[in-house]
């Protein structure tokens, strides 16, 4: 095959042609749109193609109707995919309106992703990724999130869609014509009107490129930065309308442009502008010398008036201003030149005004405001002496710059040439790289027939791109292929050319079209024309005209189209065809496919060949490619992709071997004569191609054909054929003389293009080679290449390497054979790399060495092909050798780099450099090993493909990281761990906050035939899991459920008559409904964020059921009858509260937008209590914040009290502490206080103001805010006014600003700054007992002057108003600061004339702020909840048990006993609120004995001294501070009470006691057991405000508390509910936690164990959280280190992922632990493997692999008798599961197998023995034996038992192979004799798993002169050689015939 390479045109075949027609054509037409588009038949419209700038479009307008200029055109590109390597185009197609996005390929069916229809036609189309980033430095860029879009450009407007569905639209001030995607958003250049004539002197051009980064942000002008003369560089705006963008690429991001003056094109580079350019654009800069196309960058500011009119420069002052300001160059402040295009006015400018009057004067730089139209008299009375200062008082205030955001720095312009044609724009530039990655920038320059090509590179410190000269290629058309780095060039012959870079690869032949005519070539006569005398290309020059000229006019035809064009101006190669199709251009190329379009206007698609589809060629090439220099890479990659992409190429097998004859070829070696080669099948694949090339020229014979066919395989088939037997046909013998005479005569040609290299190819073929052997599923490619490395290695006479090979693959390499002699004069000449070594480097042999603790050279590795040998070697170094620099510097001394220049820097050593600075936590090795290989991209997959005896250190690694992670591990490490558990905590701790694992995915048909109560979306499997026991949740929803008729009970007595009885049941009713509307609010809490709402359907609120059913009949009984008085509105506050139970169902994390809150709104207008509820519950969980202003001006507008109270309250609590402007506003309006005191009065409904004063303290909570505080402070006492007002239910008022006073100064005690003189606790302190009123400060004097008509309060302060408010203010501004003076104030009066001052009411109060404020002093017991019982009360009160009264005359015994309860009640709520969700027990205790006694009280005798409704209202406030304490716990005493209470329902029950007993059933079952109160300072404030302790006596009764209000618990709850989700399964499951509490002050640091799920204490209490074992895997939460983790996990349902270890169950199936396999196991430990049967490992694992495994190789068959086999695989699954790891189960199994296979001699190659070394080196490494030490309780990796039993039996075979005459067989290759072939491989065994040196190493000395095995010893000492190998070798070395077999 010598002729192989003829230099002859080679051909290059294009797969896979089909027809294209854009996709978008075709869903045009049948687009609901498309009557109007009318698209006709298309035509090739070549009138485009003049060489105007039109088709600077790149190609797009390809295609115009000849009727109504009705253009469409597309573009395609990759189509990325997340799936894997789908490989497939996006097409955007644009006709008339439309536009038209498809995806997909020939095996994806094509389909249309997106269509969108505009207003006006589509000037263009184009894909735009958008950074969204705060931060928009040049760093941003490579991290920030993208958004990406599709950019709709219009006459007048451009819109964006994006992908997640976001739309925008920007109006565009200025003409465009055209738009660029840029790296950083989009580019536009304005379209220039013909007669926009450079302005005179004064005026200044505007910008003609714009930019915009983001749809939202303003269109920018661009800046340039170009060198000047003298060096320095300035900057200014791009203003020259001959600049014309002809290309613009992302990645470099540079833009090509075009001068049309200068006809030169430049390359710019495109970049942010930085800050000093900013403000040297912005400033004033010199007027110096200019260049011509360049602005001078001072602003002028411009008057619309001067622009419409033209006035004369006198009339305008501003010319006038800036003809001085050119001169004096006086400074002044930036702003007036602020050089911004007025965006308002330039659209307004370029419409209303004539291009010729407007436009070209249009100066304006200004942004106007647009009252500058109206010109006040002030504007033109400017002075225009230079040194005035008045010249900014003509700017509006607003006039900011528009700052430039983009800019362009200067990089290239071509060379200018002398004959530089007109109008040679590009008409199409790419970006295209060669085979050996050197990257060209290429323009076709149609006019001129050419493509030029430059080429440019990175400079070293990668800052900057250099660019190199010119190289032309004639060309008609190209375009890039990316996938090969080639480019395909449609010569003017029309023929199809393939270059890569500059360098021609050949000729592309399309099946199924003409080949370009080779034949007629230059036969055909010429026909004279009368061109022909003309031989330059001048008349090209006179394609100058417009696009009718050409048509008409032009004496040269249209270029395009060759049949007219003659070859007399081109050069001989332009074959004339007249007949046939042609190709008349290439575009949209994607990857490696490109559209062809033909002289007839159809179109085909093709689809070039990879350079090589097998993974073994591509890595061989690549290796190749790498150490060749360049030019000559090129030459081997050309001749080897011409080869392979012949027409009828190889098939993917005979692949390889093409490439070896390739490859030899390049070498010099004559492949016909070689053996091995000659015999290569090419399964008949080479006819068309190899062939032809083959051939003789002779006719005849020869001798060697013949040679040639007895040498062939098929030949020897045959010979061994039966039939050959039966026939009796001799053998024929090939000659053997031709044999010799054929391996005498086989030189290597010299000549040869890769001959030199042979060496340093031969060496990275090697690495690659020992890369594979990395690989197990690279088995194949292996045996090929050693093939090709044995040829090489035995002509470069490479010893050591053939002995390297033999050992690895004994039976393939023979110790003779064929050798190609090199000339010896040549060897001199072959370039032998200095990183070549003649001993052949080994990664077995690296890590073997490694392992025994010797020293080893660096490891020779090629960057990016041999990763895994990269990665082998560090992970070694870093695990075993333990150096943990060794992945950290990038240079690591275990590897050397090969590399071609050794000169490179170190900037350009290893990009991906790990450093363990910013890493989690990591503490041993084995963490950082796996840490690191998770970054660098290590998968379990790869972990999979490794032999098991190089995974060894690295699996170990892993089952050491395995027990103990860290919760903070990245993903990626937890799943290589086989943390699967931690590994989707990471997972979805990174998600979004959605729907979690655990809401329930019920679907809401399920349960129509039961009514909605509003509790049917709670986590039935939760909840069933935390109280498995009962049905208590059950129970709950039966007594919280309000949707269903209550039952009325009422026995008819003789004496009644039917009426009176009917009344008798409504008066009935009316008691039941009275709880019925209190149940809401308690449903509230039990539902609390409990449901995701789906966005298209309303949230259902269930309604509110007052109707009653009566027994026995059932028959209904309604309030509506008018047969009793039912009070007017009774029902609005209960349906409030309906809708805020309704609305609190909405999870936090749902996904909600203003849209849906306002779809809500109900159509009756009784519902609007309800949506008033709805909208105060989603500020509660923070959603309103969503809902746009103007929706809520709307709903206030309407004057609905409700929805007013509802929306100010949930605006507020979801601004919580924000201090929110605008919500602060919003409140002011209605709190008259707040309000100007000469404002208009406004009329606000009385609760409105009560719950705009507590959302003002929400908004400001804690903040300390002076005047809000002065404010509220002086509202807490106001007095009733004249006219009615604040006249009715002041006590609300006044607490509610109590409240907020209380919030804002929230916990800051007596540092509250810049206050003191408002003497706040004074102030309150006298609100609290009364006295004097003070004169008011302030700025509200006016308003109370003229006292109340109505009240007579006189002068002093109305205590039983002002009280509860300054009482509760007091509470929480000292709230938890122990304040002692502030709490002595509080004492209960201890006489019984200060007692009769005070209401008894407020005596709770009183001790509850005391209690608050003393926080640390409360104690869980009822000694301390009496102490604060006063002396006098205690002695005489009646306890609560006694019966008799104590008889006392100046006692007043009811005032004692009402003090005496309150006091109690107080004391009992603080210890609530003290142990909020806390479980505490003894607090528990405590107060259920006080609940029970008041329960005993209430039926005692004298229960009517204290009064029954104190004692409701005491023993309401003691259940709900039982509740506080057990919130979300769901326990049954307290259960039991609010069941109790919810039974009673006649005598003093009201309304208001049985929503405090539902409240507590609420806060018991708090979210469904998910939430628990917390006891911060907010929490408490808004507990202070729900549970405040007076309860409305009816439903309407907002008198001293405003009923709203309750529903601000919602501001204490927080998640602490920890759910453990088995990872497997994904359900919810039972685990054991251990909880490390921080030690205190009143406890030492503790750990508690928790069966899980179960609440969580508050987590600032808490060290740490542990799942322990031995079910789970054990997992750690550290929270010294911060509470973000578990608060995440918390707050997504709390869902922690946990992992059972295998032979466990789960605490669910296996209560007790009895059933796990260990526990079956102790009982009979020796006859384990025995007992373990194997159907019992369902039990144990759920990994389905096991499963199989168990199933199909540990159960006796019929057919399969070896029972000693089953028992092995028995014992080892037991093994890996017991001992967790079953990733070993096949490494076991390998190792049996190898053993086996020694056993029977039939190791046809080593690599496993290889890895059993490994293995026993690996554990009786020393590191290994270090860490066994330091944990001696870890469970041993592998068996310790199954090591020595294979290192024995390996011996054993070894030993009687030695004896059964292997030792002849050694002692011949220790000295270099042939041997047996029948021994080669056990040969090549012995001598690998003895490590028995080469005989090369062996001293020449030692092999007969020694005598004792002392003097072997000592001689192969440093030989490395184990002692245990020494011992087998001595006999033959000694000379001793016994060997020493040990």
Known sequence: MSNFYEERATMIAAGDLQEFVPFGRDHCKHHPNALNLQLRQLQPASELWSSDGAAGLVGSLQEVTIHEKQKESWQLRRGGSEIGEVDYDEELYVAGNMVIWSKGSKSQALAVYKAFTVDSPVQQALWCDFIISQDKSEKAYSSAEVEKCICILQSSCINMHSIEGKDYIASLPFQVANVWPTKYGLLFERSSSSHEVPPGPPREPLPTMFSMLHPLDEITPLVCKSGSLFGSSRVQYVVDHAMKIVFLSTDPSIVMTYDTVQCLHSVWVLRRVKAEEENAVLKFSEQGGTPQNVAPSSSLTANLRSLSKGDSPVTSPFQNYSSIHSQSRSTSSPSLHSRSPSISNMAALSRAHSPASGVHSFTGVQRFNLSSHNQSPRRHSIPHSPDSNSNSSFLAPETEPIVPELCIDHLWTEVITNTREKNSQASKVFITSDLCGQKFLCFLVESQLQLRCVKFQESNDKTQLIFGSITNIQAKDAAPVEKIDTMLVLESSGNLVLYTGVVRVGKVFIPGLPAPSLTMSNAMPRPSTP???????????????????????SPVPELRDSSKLHDSLYNEDCTFQQLGTYIHSIRDPVRNRVTLELSNGSMVRITLPEIATSELVQTCLQAIKFILPKEIAVQMLVKWYSVHS??????????????VICLMNMMGYNTDRLAWTRNFDFEGSLSPVIAPKKARPSETGSDEDWEYLLNSDYHQKVESHLLNRSLCLSPLKVSQIKDEDLSQNLSLDSSTLLFFHIPAMFFVLHLVYEELKLNTLMGEGIHSLVDLLVQLARDLKLEPYLDHYYRDYPTLVRTTGQVCTIDQGQTGFMHHPPFFTSEPPSIY???????????????????GICERSRLVVLSIALYILGDESSVCDESSHYLSRITLAPQKSQAEQEENRFSFRHSPSISSLAERLVVWMANVGFTLRDLETLPFGIALPIRDAIYHCREQPAADWPEAVCLLIGRQDLSKQACEGNLPKGKSVLSSDVPSGTETEEEDDGMNDMNQEVMSLIWSEDLRVQDVRRLLQSAHPVRVNVVQYPELSDHEFIEEKENRLLQLCQRTMALPVGRGMFTLFSYHPVPTEPLPIPKLNLTGRAPPRNTTVDLNSGNIDVPPNMTSWASFHNGVAAGLKIAPASQIDSAWIVYNKPKHAELANEYAGFLMALGLNGHLTKLATLNIHDYLTKGHEMTSIGLLLGVSAAKLGTMDMSITRLLSIHIPALLPPTSTELDVPHNVQVAAVVGIGLVYQGTAHRHTAEVLLAEIGRPPGPEMEYCTDRESYSLAAGLALGMVCLGHGSNLIGMSDLNVPEQLYQYMVGGHRRFQAGMHREKHKSPSYQIKEGDTINVDVTCPGATLALAMIYLKTNNRSIADWLRAPDTMYLLDFVKPEFLLLRTLARCLI????????????????????????????????????????????????????????????????????????????????????LSAPNASVTGPYNLETCLSVVLLSLAMVMAGSGNLKVLQLCRFLHMKTGGEMNYGFHLAHHMALGILFLGGGRYSLSTSNSSIAALLCALYP???AHSTDNRYHLQALRHLYVLAAEPRLLVPVDVDTNTPCYALLEVTYKGTQWYEQTKEELMAPTLLPELHLLKQIKVKGPRYWELLIDLSKGTQHLKSILSKDGVLYVKLRAGQLSYKDDPMGWQSLLAQTVANRNSEARAFKPETISAFTSDPALLSFAEYFCKPTVNMGQQELLDLFSSVL?????????????????????????GRREMSETSELWQIKLVLEFFSSRSHQERLQTHPKRGLFMNSEFLPVVK????????????????????????GQPWEESQLSMLACFLVYHSVPAPRHLPSVGLEGSTSFAELLFKFKQLKMPVRALLRLAPLLLGNPQPMVM
């Open 531 to 553: 061109l022909d005398s003309v031989s330059t290309p001048t008349p090209l020059s006179k394609l100058l005209g417009s696009l009718d000229e050409v048509v008409l006019l």
């Open 646 to 659: 012949a027409p009828g190429g190889p098939s993917y097998h005979s692949e390889w071997n093409l490439f």
């Open 845 to 863: 042999q690296w890590v073997s060495s490694c392992l025994k603790g010797e020293e080893m050279p660096p490891y020779p590795y090629l960057p």
């Open 1414 to 1497: 003393l926080w640390d002093d409360i104690l869980p017991n009822s000694k301390w909840v009496d102490s604060n019982v006063p002396q006098i009360i205690r002695e005489n009160s009646i306890s609560l048990s006694e019966i008799e009264l104590p008889c006392s005359e100046d006692l007043n015994l009811e005032t004692l006993s009402q003090a005496h309860v309150y006091i109690i009640a107080g004391a009992c709520l603080s210890l609530g609120f003290r142990f909020a969700g806390s479980e505490n027990l003894s607090a528990f205790n405590c107060l259920h004995k006080f609940a029970k006694d008041f329960m005993t009280y």
């Open 1590 to 1592: 007076h309860f409305p």
């Open 1774 to 1798: 037991y093994e890996c599961v017991t001992q967790e790891t079953p990733e070993m189960l096949p490494a076991y199994i390998a190792m049996d197998q190898a053993i086996r296979r020694l």
């Open 1848 to 1871: 024995c039996s390996i011996d054993n075979t070894l030993d009687q192979w030695l004896q059964a005459g292997g030792d002849v067989c050694v002692h011949a290759y220790l000295s």
